[in-house]
C-alpha cells in the first residue's frame, strides 16, 4: 500500500471503512475498502 496515500475517510459502516487514496505516481483517485477482519 505504499503507493498510495490517504485523501480522506469517506464513510464507515459495520464491517469497515472506505477511504479515498491517491496513487503518488499517477496521482489517480481511487476508492478502498478496508474491512475488518478480526484477530487471526
Request: without cysteine; positive net charge.
Amino acid at each position: 500500500m505504499e503507493k498510495y496515500e490517504l485523501v480522506k475517510d469517506i464513510g464507515s459502516g459495520n464491517f469497515g471503512v472506505a477511504r479515498l487514496m491517491r496513487n503518488k505516481e499517477t496521482k489517480e483517485l481511487v476508492a478502498m475498502k478496508y474491512i475488518d477482519r478480526g484477530h487471526k
